[in-house]
């Protein structure tokens, strides 16, 4: 399998990676665009089911792989928030995001519609079905904000106390989650957040990370909790401030500062929920900084 | 083909999915270890190719993914400065870097090993084979430093004029040193330095580029400076402060503060030469700051 998107699409698309080769045993690569439009010299694909991602379905890159890979005779998929797009015409298939019409710049609803979406992919066990409901449930519940736990908390972000560096981290499933967040938190606030798979961090970049560091961390429950308390500790020894989005207890009670998760997601449905804390945090740390999180293409020209 | 590495490897194996996919047509993914280890799922890989890249070969992660790659009946292979190491030995075949001890924390001739053992999996013509050795030989000129150009200024590279955050960009083939040369300032130099590719950098994250941002330009000659002019009237505009790796004369121009490349190196063999600059940078810059660029492992116990 094939994955083409950028922005926040490519980070739907890295859950999707994760997913389809944990449950379904396929090998799964993110498209590298400038072999199909830079370099011409795209790979052979006449075998593989190729999936674009993208809100919009213009980006020209994304639809330049599907074209290829259609006119090689593979297997082309769409997801796309607009069925008439130049994306959804080059594919021939396409699943429609049906999100309506995304009115934020910096995308949110339409990355939850994506994984909800790429949750489909999972091999069909019935129960897991239901599973995959009752996460875009809560995911709901987590959307509206001040009805859990975390919503007042996220919008009292800014008190985290910010420093100079900021990064985001997260691991297997949630790796995906840390780019978006990461990326949320370029777009609207303007911070050259970092994302970093905890595993990655161990095993070198960790020597970077002082008092001077807030880290962002993904932990929701599942075996990627497994680095987490060696995690911590050497991120306390270092100094840096630690904003943890957990449903885990043993987390919570150890990061005074955290964002709630509600339990009961199975840990490969968790980045539907665990986003949307991340997106809140986001956009009241823009606010409190004087941004207008959806100024953002007007302040690119 | 499947490619496992972790840090300055794993940056090796980004070249070479350019490489293999634009010069040999092949899809190439980049693997996601913790489907091997922490989630147990591994993708199905008997009709793979899988290359481990490890300078030690002792990384766990990546030894597990070649030894069940083997155990699947794929065919594997390890790229290792050490012949005997365990994933030189999970591994059918073994292509030893011969680099000699890696006596630099943070690896810098094993990272070149690497590379120039990757520029050989090229479909071969004949002058494509003279054309690696004499990126070799450029590399080599461009490491004894002193003697080129960039050499003296690359040790200047403090006087650049660090700002609050510091960003590498690169593309397409150079995407991968754009990740190796802020693997090395974050190693070194203690700063949070994140790679973008330039076609990512233009489709959102631009928006946080100001005056405060330091950013270090790959430009080697070749089809990925197609954007580079925009680019760099966009950073131009936000005030940003930029120093570019370059052999082209309009980028050399344009930019006052340039380590020129040397000429006449085919873009897909430029990352060999393009990297050492970088490598020459971050460690002046990490001694200009007081840090021993090899104290890395002891500052992290």
């Not at 998107?5 to 859950?15: E, I, K, L, T």
């Not at 949320?184 to 970093?196: D, G, H, M, N, R």
């Not at 999180?293 to 302040?299: E, F, G, I, K, R």
Request: hydrophobic share 45%.
């Amino acid at each position: 399998v094939l994955l083409a998107g950028r922005g926040s699409s490519d980070n739907a698309a890295r859950y999707a990676q994760y997913l389809l080769g944990a449950h379904n045993g396929l090998g799964v690569a993110l498209a590298v665009p400038s072999l199909f439009t830079l370099y011409e010299s795209p790979p052979r694909l006449s075998r593989a089911l190729t999936i674009g991602v993208s809100q919009s379905g213009q980006s020209p890159d994304i639809v330049a792989v599907l074209r290829e890979a259609r006119a090689q005779g593979g297997i082309t998929l769409a997801l796309s928030n607009e069925p008439e797009s130049p994306l959804s015409r080059a594919a021939e298939y396409t699943l429609p995001l049906l999100a309506g019409p995304e009115l934020s710049v910096a995308a949110t609803k339409t990355y939850s519609a994506q994984l909800f979406l790429l949750g489909h992919a999972e091999r069909g066990a019935r129960g897991k079905s239901r599973a995959l409901g009752r996460a875009r449930a809560r995911a709901g519940l987590a959307r509206r904000g001040d009805r859990t736990e975390f919503g007042p908390r996220a919008r009292r972000g800014p008190r985290f106390g910010l420093r100079a560096s900021l990064i985001v981290l997260g691991r297997g499933f949630n790796y995906s989650t840390a780019f978006e967040i990461a990326l949320k938190l370029k777009e609207t606030s303007y911070l050259p957040a970092e994302q970093f798979s905890v595993a990655d961090l161990l095993h070198g970049p960790l020597a970077m990370i002082d008092q001077d560091f807030s880290v962002v961390l993904l932990a929701p429950s599942g075996r990627s909790l497994v680095d987490v308390p060696e995690l911590l500790a050497r991120l306390e020894a270092r100094g840096a401030r630690v904003l943890a989005i957990s449903d885990a207890p043993d987390v919570q009670r150890r990061v005074p500062m955290h964002l709630a998760l509600p339990r009961g997601v199975p840990e490969w449905l968790s980045p539907i929920v665990s986003v949307v804390p991340g997106q809140l945090f986001a956009g009241a740390l823009a606010q409190s900084l004087g941004h207008d999180p959806d100024c953002h293409a007007v302040c690119l020209r």
